[in-house]
């Protein structure tokens, strides 16, 4: 993926009137391929299993708050593309076979204060000033908040298992972060 997105970056940066940073345009490439590639798959098996509700829902919610948040990430596309898919469709399966709205509560309350604490991970390029840390934290939090109430409200008022998703999202980002947090240490 690295080599194509080069490839492709070279190209683009010989049609374009002002050249742009090769790096960071092979960076963009490789993020909107991988990006991609991950979407169609996760669509493609959602569809076979009659998921794409809660597939949408997990996936937005988890891609929402990683983005601020950051976490750990596989160094093998093979891999990550593995990990996302277990961990969407393990969270979307464990949601249908654990009904009782109190643990995801618990797990949105936990996952929150992970995030409150640890957001943003700092191993990222794009946050090179304070100011951009305090951003991403700042953004981190609000987001994390927006879909920790929304959850904590649709479990306890309706319970109809868009909460339980988003609860699993939430662990999911803040197991990430957790992980990250480890291996800088």
């Known amino acids: 993926m690295r080599n194509f997105s080069l490839k ?8 374009l009137n002002e050249p742009v940073n090769e790096n960071d345009l092979r960076f963009g490439i490789e993020n909107l391929l991988i990006q991609g590639i991950l979407i169609l798959c996760m669509t493609g ?6 998921c794409v509700q809660e597939m949408l829902v997990f996936m937005l919610s988890l891609m929402a708050v990683r983005s601020f948040t950051g ?5 093998r596309f093979s891999h990550c593309l593995l990990v996302t898919h277990s961990v969407c469709f393990g969270c979307i399966a464990l949601t249908q076979f654990i009904p009782n709205p109190g643990i995801y509560v618990l797990l949105d309350l936990l996952s929150l204060g992970i995030i409150w604490k640890w957001a943003p991970d ?10 951009d840390r305090q951003r991403a934290r700042r953004l981190s939090r609000i ?6 109430i929304f959850s904590v409200i649709e479990l306890l008022a309706i319970n109809q298992g868009m909460g339980r998703i988003i609860a699993c999202s939430l662990t999911a980002s803040a197991i990430s972060l957790a992980l990250a947090q480890k291996t800088v240490q």
């Not at 098996?45 to 009659?50: D, G, K, S």
């Not at 700092?122 to 100011?131: D, G, N, S």
């Not at 987001?143 to 920790?148: A, R, V």
Request: with cysteine; glycine share 12%; net charge positive.
């Open 8 to 15: 492709l970056g070279r190209w683009l940066n010989g049609q």
């Open 71 to 75: 976490g750990i990430h596989l160094h």
């Open 143 to 148: 987001l994390t908040s927006i879909c920790g």
């Open 122 to 131: 700092m191993r990222y390029k794009r946050r090179k000033t304070e100011q």
């Open 45 to 50: 098996i959602a569809l076979v299993f009659n």
